[in-house]
Structures are given as C-alpha cells and as structure tokens.
C-alpha cells in the first residue's frame, strides 16, 4: 500500500518528467476536488494527502536513507495541493461555485514546477536534509511559495493592471 501511495497509485512510473506528471494529475483532482466538494474539501484532502505522504515515503525510504526517487510523486500532489488551496480559499471566501477559473490552476502549477526544480531558500533547505521528511518537505515549502505567487500575480493583475 505504501508504494502505491508513494508512486500516488502509479503515476510516478509515467516517462518522462514523472514529478510533472503527478503535478498535472494533481491539479486535475484538485480541481474536481475543489468542484465538487469546495476549499473545505480541498483542504481536508490535502491534510489527507500531507499525512499520506510521510507515512508512504517513510515506510518506502525505512531501509534507503538519502534516497529520492524519481517514481516517488505523492509528495508533487501533496505541494501541488497546497499550492491550490490559496486560489480556492480566495474563490471560496467570495463564494464562487464554479470551476476554478483557468489563469489559477495554470499558474499554481508552473509556480509549484518552477520552484519544486529551482529550490530556493527552504525549498532547497528541505530537500538537502536527506531524509524521508526533506523528500516531502521541499515540495510542501514549494506549494507554500506557489500558492504565495499565484495570489501576488492575482493581486499585481486585478489590483494593479486593471
């Protein structure tokens, strides 16, 4: 069950790019997630996958310590997640009950891509631990960043440009 999760029910084995690969998955689910069941489920399912995540890579990694491996994306859906949730709570909060409109998911998933292969600052901190938790880290520090930029890039257009 653990490598199920780990490799988030397969999609890690996709070629190539398989971090970009969970990540586009990823936001598709979010985005059903957050249709169907709003931010409050969208929230409680990245909880979910949060703790899924650590459970799964640290049962994984037990006897491979410093290892992280490319089929390993549950922690991409875990970040991308995160990354989701800033769009989702402003749509929510404003009471939109539509499909997340397209510049916020676009942009949350070259923003989390961008800074989950960059690894600036705590990004690059998380991901230099060498442990199970670093693995997940550095795409949880990534999603925070994210989901910070889609917000700046929101409030830059429609505070700003318009």
Same mark, same amino acid.
């Given at each position: 069950m653990s490598r199920i999760l780990a490799t988030f029910f397969g999609t890690g084995l996709l070629r190539p *790019?398989? #971090?970009t690969w969970g990540s586009a998955v990823a936001v598709a689910l979010g985005m059903l997630i957050d249709r169907v069941a709003g931010f409050p489920g969208l929230a409680l399912m990245t909880a979910v996958m949060i703790w *899924? #995540?650590?459970? *799964?890579?640290? +049962?994984? &990694?037990?006897? +491979?310590? #410093?290892?992280?491996p490319s089929e390993f994306v549950i922690d991409e859906v875990a970040g991308q997640w995160v990354a989701l =949730?800033?769009?989702s709570a402003a749509f929510w909060a404003r009471g939109w009950d539509g499909w997340m409109?397209?510049?916020?998911?676009? $942009? $949350? %998933? =070259?923003?989390? +891509?961008l800074f989950d292969i960059w690894k600036p600052w705590l990004v690059g901190a998380a991901d230099a631990r060498g442990d199970a938790a670093g693995v997940m880290l550095d795409d &949880?520090? $990534? #999603? &925070? %960043? *994210? @989901?910070? @930029?889609?917000?700046i890039a929101a409030g830059l257009y429609h505070g700003v440009m318009m």
């Open positions: *790019a398989p #971090g *899924a #995540g650590f459970w *799964a890579v640290n +049962r994984e &990694l037990s006897d +491979r310590p #410093g290892e992280d =949730l800033f769009p409109p397209w510049p916020a998911p676009v $942009a $949350a %998933f =070259l923003l989390f +891509r &949880l520090w $990534a #999603g &925070l %960043f *994210a @989901g910070i @930029g889609v917000m």
